[in-house]
Every structure is written in C-alpha cells, then in structure tokens.
C-alpha cells in the first residue's frame, strides 16, 4: 500500500513513465532562463506527468501538465533520452483541470494528480493498465472501475516531524521525487477523523520539550477509535506527559514506539518475510492507557458482518469503501462453495480469507509476517471459520512448490506487495493437471506493471484473462490496484 509518504508510482519496465532507465541526470538550476520553450502535451505518462517533445523529437515529461495543453516549460533535469521540467506557463486549458483541492499540492509528495478531475484521474489509471496489458499479452478487454464516493478515504497515515534550521517544527509528508518533508496544515484526503487531529497535533508538537525527538506519527482511524503512534527517538518523561494530556483531549488511544531502530515493515515487500521475526528487537510498541480494541469490519451483502480484529503494524488496506468492493468483487468471481478448497496467498489479517470461508469455502491461508498469521487464526477461531493459516515465504519458489503440491486447490487469491507474485505465478503455469484440474486465479495488484509481467507467466501456461477492474483505493494519487480473473484452460 501504498502510504502516503509514498510519493511516485513504481517505474514500469517500459519507458512510457520516463523513469524506467536511470540515466545520468543533469540538475539545470539555471534552466529556468536557459531553457524555456513552448509545446504541446500528447499524452500522461504511467505516473501521470504530461508527455510532449521539443522541435529535435525529445521526450520531455512535464509536471501537472495535462493531453492537449499547450505550454511554455522549464527544464529542470536534463537526461540523454528525455527531459523533466515544469510549467512555466500554461498557454491552454485543458477541459479535464480542475482546481486542486489541498493548498499543499505542488509541495507535498502525497498525491500526484489533483489538478485533474477525478474522472479523468480514473481514466488515465485505466489507460496505464490498458497500456501494460496490451504491451506483452495483447489484451484489449474492456476494464471495469471500483470506487468509492468520497475524496477523504485515507483511514491510516505517517506523518514526518523535523525541526529545520530556524528551529520551526515541521509536520508532513515528503516533497516529491525528495527526502524534504513538507509541513501541512491540512490533508483533505485523510478521514474527517483524522483531518481533524492535524491542527491539534501541530500545536502540541510547538509545545513540546524536544520535538526533534519525535520522529513521525502514524494516525489509524477505525469505526469507533482513532489511533496515535508516536516514534520517540530519545525518552523524555515530560513530553509524555504532554503527549498524554494530548490523548485525554483528543479522545485517542495514544501508543509510542521509543528507541531510534524503526520497524521495517516494507523488508516483507522485499525477499526475506522470516526478518519479521528479527524485527522483534526493534522499538516495542507500548499503550499509553488501555490497548484499544482495532477492528475492521466488512459488511458483505448477504453475510453477517466479519470483524477482523489487527495490530497498528498489520497491513490494513488503506480505504475501507474500496477495500469492500474488492473483496465482493472477488466473492462475485470465485464463486466460493460449500467444501471448495481455496488457498489465500499474502493473505495479511484474513481480508479475503475469512468471507470466502464464511461462504463455505475451506481455506489455507499463507502469509509471510508471523504476526499476521496469528492475527488470521484469532479472527478465523472468532468467528468459528475454516481457514488454516500458515507462514510461508511465497518468493521462494521452493516453499510455493511444496505449497501447490500439498494442497490441490480449486481457486487461488493473489494480493501481493508492489513486487508482485513472481514465484507463485511461475509455479501456477507450469503446475501439474495430472491429479487434478488447474484453480481459478484471482489476482489483486497495487502494481499494474509487475502484474502484467506475472500474468504474462500464467498466459504462456494456457490461462485466458477473463476479466480485469481497476480499483481507485487512492484517489487524487497515481496509485491504483487491480484486480484479475485468471481462468485455467479448457
Ligand atoms: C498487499 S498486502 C495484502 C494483505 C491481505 N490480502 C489484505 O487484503 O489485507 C500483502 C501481504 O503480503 C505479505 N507478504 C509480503 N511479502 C511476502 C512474502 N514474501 N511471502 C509471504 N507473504 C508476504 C505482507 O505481509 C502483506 O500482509
């Protein structure tokens, strides 16, 4: 998930985002003089940059620069194959602009795209899947949309603190394509829940002792509780203090993290799901007060609704509404029967998991993060559900052969970190028919690029692209997931 102190899309392997290929980089900090010039804007790149080309048939990628704008540029990096540069003026309009709706726009790294309607933003996200899949499978099919209708979706976000120079205390999200943190004031794609503790959070961190050792915060909002994590790089009993009075005000549960190692959740994104367990020596996170009680709740239509009770380091999809229509989509396609065996890879706390088993399915749930599975089981045994839920690193391609060959399964669920399914794709292709017929595959990406590369596997082994929806969980961002229905051959 992407996180909002995320602040570009991955780079996709070809170069339509411009960003494929590090090439050298020229900073031009005089550019703005030296190289102005005029053009028309043809297309968006994947991350939502406008594309033209000056007179010599250079790519050049300009910021918040929309199709059929004509406009005068200002390059501010100069590469062999292309240039990035900004508007200097916008000689045309194009109809999709609209005014962006955060006065930190421009500054903040958070979201790329708006100064686009949120229409277009959808369409323009369409058209980076359409574009992948067309590129190595030939696919044209039409894509689907899954949305939600409110802009202020995001229930979980981390907010950096800094003090700068001059000794003012800085709250915010990264600079694009930067390590700079910008200070905002507000944030309206945050929940109103948790727009609401921004100016509070700012007043308090200028009246505390050493904000420098405030590392971030992470705010959680759930139904009934909002949540404050505080990373405390060095102990200072009197800011606590602070940081309690703070909590009794605001009605949050308030959680502090104290030491300077910092959980890295995203090493699961990379190859090694077991450095969870080494992570146990990292900053334990301590309740001040009574530990909430965190629920997410899904609401199915037709099923009682599932609570999934999580931890502040669980993953949680990031919008609820979203997150809902993902999942009834995905009940829609699979179609989970009475018995029907399912196996739920990267299966986080039981989002897929555990409606599929109250629809009767049995299902094996596998997950890298200890912590996780644990949590999966809890909730499963809370609801008297049949999902048994193992461990298991599915970048290994050993550990995903076991896997298959242990557990013949009638449909598989995908939803994979940004690096996708590799492994488990690569094994999905070439499975054996001999003892039993190939599962339904439904495949659930926050990376169109990587889950076109992965599909790519399972359609060299025979399977057909039934149908593909392009959710908005991140709206006003270049950030999309989708969703795929692989079906196996005849
Ligand atoms: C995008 S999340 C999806 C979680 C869950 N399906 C949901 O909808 O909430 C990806 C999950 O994959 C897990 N994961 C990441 N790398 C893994 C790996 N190599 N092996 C197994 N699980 C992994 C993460 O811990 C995370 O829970």
Redesign the pocket.
Known sequence: ?AMLGKRRPSRPASNKSGLARQESAKQTPNAETAREQALTIERLAHDGRGVGHLPSGKAVFVDQALPGEHVEIATHVTRKRFDEAHIRERLSTAAERVTPPCPHFGHCGGCDLQHMSVPAQREHKREVVRDLLAQGLTWQGDIGTLKSDTDAYRRRARLGVNVDREGHVLMGFRAQRSHRLVDIASCCVLVPELQALITPLRDLLGTLQSPRDVGHIELLSTSDTQVVVVRQLKDQPKDVERWKAFAQEQGVALGMRSGRDSIDRDS??RDN?ERAKSQADAPELHWVGAPPMLNDTLALSGFEPLTLAFSPGD???VNAAVNQQMVAQVMQWLAPQKGQQLLDL????G??SLPMAAAGAKVQA????PA?VAQLAANAHHHDLPVMAQQ????SRKSVDALLKETPTEAVIL???RGGAESVCQALATISTKTHPRPRIAYIS?DPSTLARDAAYLVHGGYRIAHVFMADMFVHTAHMETLMLLEPPA
């Open positions: 998930m699961l994104n799901p993953f949680l999809q990267y299966s986080g706390i989002n897929f596998v997950e890298g993060n996780m298991a690193n599915l970048n939803d994979p970190p926050c």
